[in-house]
């Protein structure tokens, strides 16, 4: 069954430093998605990304967050300047359609020092 | 603010028994309502999702919709202990870029 991969599993990166998240999406998936889960609490939205461009964005994806779609598989999300609070799991989902099941990866565990 | 809530629990229940997990929604506007399971330290998994006011069965789980007192259920007949997990309602409106909230989790165990 066709799956979103996600790399690295975990990542540590001293605070200010920059990371980029990667993530494939199943292969004929159009809606993509980043979210992310502070150990202990709800799945939280980031970013959703439709059609080469930023659907929609929570209030927690400002001006340090990113994303980018470089080639037709790979979907990025950079955090230019990292702090402690961005310690986190974060999750790539795909769907084929806007209203249809979202399909998670395993995740990464970014740690924040 | 949309908000979906769901008890935190824990919720025990025995093994073969049916496990009842609810959530609330505070958006009118929300169409799609998705229930995922979560095992510690892993991502959501997709158990059933439900567009329409009624029941849908697939398997062990049903899931209930009730757009008018913005409710959603699932339930779980046979409760098994690989059962044991948080699981996680979803709610979607597709005019606000398709993403979901989620609810906090319910924690289920089910005892042997």
Same mark, same amino acid.
């Given at each position: 069954e066709p799956e979103v991969t996600q790399t690295p599993s975990h990542q540590v990166t001293q605070m200010g430093q920059e990371v980029i998240l990667r993530c494939v999406p199943i292969s004929n998936h159009l809606y993509f998605y980043w979210y992310r889960q502070i150990l202990g609490q709800k799945v939280e939205f980031l970013v959703s990304f439709y059609n080469n461009e930023i659907s929609e964005k929570s209030e927690i994806f400002d001006d340090q967050f990113s994303v980018e779609r470089p080639d037709g598989s790979n979907f990025t999300l950079k955090i230019r300047s990292t702090k402690l609070e961005d310690s986190a799991m974060y999750f790539c989902a795909s769907s084929a359609k806007s209203n249809q099941p979202q399909h998670f990866g395993d995740g990464t565990r970014l740690s924040i020092l | 603010q949309k908000e979906v809530e769901q008890n935190s629990g824990p919720l025990s229940v025995p093994e073969g028994a049916i496990a009842s997990l609810n959530c609330t929604y505070s958006d009118r506007g929300s169409q799609s309502f998705f229930w995922y399971r979560q095992y510690s330290g892993k991502s959501p998994e997709l158990i059933m999702f439900i567009y329409s006011n009624g029941d849908k069965e697939d398997? +062990?789980? !049903? $899931? %209930?919709?009730?757009? $008018?007192?913005?409710?959603? =259920?699932?339930?779980? +007949? *046979? =409760? %098994?202990?690989? *059962?044991? $997990? !948080?699981?996680l309602c979803a709610v979607m409106r597709e005019d606000y870029g398709q993403n979901f909230v989620f609810g906090p989790g319910t924690r289920l165990s089910v005892l042997p």
């Open positions: - | 398997g +062990r789980f !049903t $899931a %209930q919709l009730n757009k $008018a007192s913005q409710y959603v =259920s699932l339930l779980i +007949r *046979d =409760s %098994q202990p690989s *059962d044991s $997990a !948080t699981y």
